[in-house]
């Protein structure tokens, strides 16, 4: 049997890289991570949104290779079905497609003005108008989830795979000092306190190597 193994790119600057290990770990999947060179050329263009497409993360399990998040999460969904990533609520599992997806294919203003750096803390960083209206959509999305379901997570009290596709956003809050709605605010604290999220940071911490585009004082 081959080695079930996810490749990523920069734990810190990666935020692809991050949903696609929280992925694995939401199914129970154990896997060998083997991390790109900061070299690789293809992986730096991705970090920069200059690249076409996203292909990594990667996850190679029984001999197939799945990039892109929504795959690895529809494929991981319906290989450990007993993990339940998705919400047992008809409704629910439909609400948490349309934001995963959402999430997945818009926000383009929060992605290049915060872009994500575990490493770095911005007190008072002023948002431009273009990334607060992403911001603002996001907050809705997360209180009318907890409104509806009860929190403290999207869909009530189990994680899914939304929370999965919007822990990446709760450290840019963090690190460009977000100001948030109570709602909000305790939603970013429950995700950034969770066991693999604080492995992760840990991890991107430990990293040497710089993207120096993405560490520019906007």
Request: charged share 25%; aromatic share 10%; glycine share 4%.
């Amino acid at each position: 049997m081959p080695e079930d193994k996810l490749i990523i790119s920069s734990r810190n600057y990666s935020s692809w890289s991050l949903r696609g290990w929280l992925l694995t770990r939401l199914a129970g999947l154990d896997v060998t991570v083997e991390q790109l060179s900061p070299d690789d050329e293809a992986a730096k263009q991705e970090l920069l949104l200059k690249s076409s497409s996203i292909l990594v993360p990667c996850l190679i399990h029984k001999g197939y290779e799945i990039w892109d998040s929504i795959a690895i999460a529809e494929y991981l969904n319906e290989e450990f079905p007993k993990a339940q990533m998705l919400p047992a609520d008809h409704a629910a599992r439909a609400r948490c497609r349309s934001i995963s997806g959402e999430m997945h294919s818009g926000f383009s203003a929060l992605r290049s003005a915060l872009p994500m750096n575990l490493r770095s803390v911005k007190k008072g960083f002023v948002v431009w108008s273009a990334a607060q209206a992403d911001i603002d959509r996001v907050c809705k999305i997360w209180r009318d989830c907890i409104e509806t379901w009860g929190g403290p997570f999207l869909f009530g009290k189990k994680m899914s795979i939304g929370d999965v596709m919007y822990a990446p956003v709760t450290t840019r809050f963090k690190t460009y000092d977000v100001k948030l709605d109570p709602v909000c605010l305790e939603y970013c604290k429950t995700i950034l306190a969770l066991p693999d999220m604080k492995t992760w940071a840990k991890e991107a911490l430990n990293e040497v190597e710089e993207v120096a585009e993405l560490e520019v004082e906007f």
